[in-house]
């Protein structure tokens, strides 16, 4: 049984052994690597290259051909879209993890989710309710499978509901794959989930593209950080429409975390949306199966949570600054430590004033092994 779930514990074995290697400062070679990235995402997109995952364009009646194929000889309006003065194809992206981190049908997944909700224990013990609450900036959700942190991230969704929604998520997750540029946003299209298809906020995409973030889908292709984000949105939304922005960071390091912030908090004052910040992250990742083990005499999920507990500290204080330094300092195994400090970097620039700790939990409670990783619900206010 530790087998059959250990890849939906977390990031994957190897997860942070990827993150790391985009960790600390920005040098002249990771700058350089990043070059790298924005010319190989690049190649990517010319319309010769064919895809591995399935597009489709706008026009229902148009099925079966893959317009990154150049033998496609359908009318280039129909699919494309223009972003950054560059064109990308209006893709529809298919799920990468559902049947594994979640459940592959719509009947499985809802009622999934709801017992999630219903989780007297780790979870909120109720179903969502749409509330008139005020001042929420952004949330921290964790990213494993629903059935070791589905509960905890029911949490964040729960206030997600009581604060009325939003018309547009910012979905901020770590890059676990190595595909793609050091910080990518996906272009235009839909992603796909068993419960249905979510449109990409292409108008929030083309504000937010430059500087650091690249427009690149190629990062986002088998990356799950934000997908299985996306089924729990969609169930508290039912019918009413909504869009997400997805964006992929694999370079980590404060600068970077800050200038995504800086430019996240851009676009939310200007827009007339209402636009929430959802940073996807797993805490602590400890035991055998990630080659970092606990002190002598000293259990895994023990150790876990005194670890998380110095990162939830500077995120409750609002410091993103800290939470890196900490991070860095005390080899705190979390993956996704930068997208959490670019969610506080642009809800302090929207005038977020303190965080509060809905939920903490980890695998341990689910499956106790040799092996644990973290999870924690903070809502920023």
């Known amino acids: 049984m530790k087998v059959k779930f250990l890849n939906t514990l ?22 350089e690597k990043k070059m790298i990235h924005r010319r190989s995402a690049s190649a990517h997109l010319l319309p010769q290259q064919t895809h591995s995952n399935v597009f489709q364009t706008k026009d229902e009646n148009i099925t079966g051909k893959d317009p990154m194929n ?31 981190f979640y459940a ?3 009947k499985d997944l809802l009622r999934e989710i709801e017992k999630c909700f219903l989780d007297s224990s ?58 793609g540029s050091g910080v990518s946003v996906y272009p235009s299209g839909k992603w796909r989930t068993p419960l249905g298809d979510v449109e990409i906020s292409t ?32 169930y508290m939304h039912g019918e009413k429409k909504f869009t997400i922005v997805p964006i992929c960071m694999a370079m980590q390091d404060y600068e970077t975390s800050k200038e995504v912030g800086n430019a996240i908090g ?6 007339e949306e209402k636009i929430m910040v959802i940073a996807s992250s797993d805490f ?31 995120i409750l204080k609002m410091d993103p600054k800290l939470l890196i330094e900490r991070v860095e300092k005390y080899r705190i195994s979390m993956c996704g430590y930068g ?8 809800a302090k620039n929207l005038g977020a004033e303190k965080g509060i700790l809905l939920k903490y939990g980890n695998s341990y409670e689910v499956i106790p092994s040799d092996s644990c990783v973290g999870y924690g619900a903070i809502a920023i206010y």
């Open 203 to 234: 108008e929030v995409v083309k504000k937010l593209s430059g500087g650091i973030i690249d427009v690149d889908e190629s990062a986002h292709m088998y990356e799950h950080s934000a997908e299985v984000q996306v089924p729990f949105l969609q």
């Open 266 to 271: 851009d676009v939310i004052k200007e827009s």
């Open 284 to 314: 602590s990742h400890v035991g055998f199966h990630y080659f970092e083990h606990p002190p002598s005499g000293k259990r895994v999920d023990e150790y876990a949570k005194e670890q998380d507990e110095k990162a939830i500290e500077a």
């Open 70 to 100: 150049s033998s496609w000889s359908g009318s280039p309006e129909s699919f494309k879209s223009l972003i950054g003065g560059r064109r990308y194809h209006l893709m529809l992206r298919l799920p990468a993890v559902a049947g594994q």
């Open 10 to 31: 977390s990031c994957g074995i190897n997860a942070n052994n990827h993150i790391r290697s985009f960790k600390n400062n920005r040098t002249k070679e990771q700058k």
């Open 339 to 346: 997208c959490v400090a670019s969610m506080l970097v642009a």
């Open 104 to 106: 592959g049908t719509r």
């Open 122 to 179: 780790r979870g909120p013990g109720a179903l969502p309710e749409i509330g008139g609450k005020e001042g929420l900036k952004g949330v921290v959700v964790p990213h494993a499978g629903y059935m070791f942190s589905g509960a905890i991230a029911a949490h964040s969704y729960m206030e997600i509901a009581k604060n009325g929604l939003a018309d547009v998520y910012i979905i901020i997750g770590p890059n676990h794959t190595g595909m």
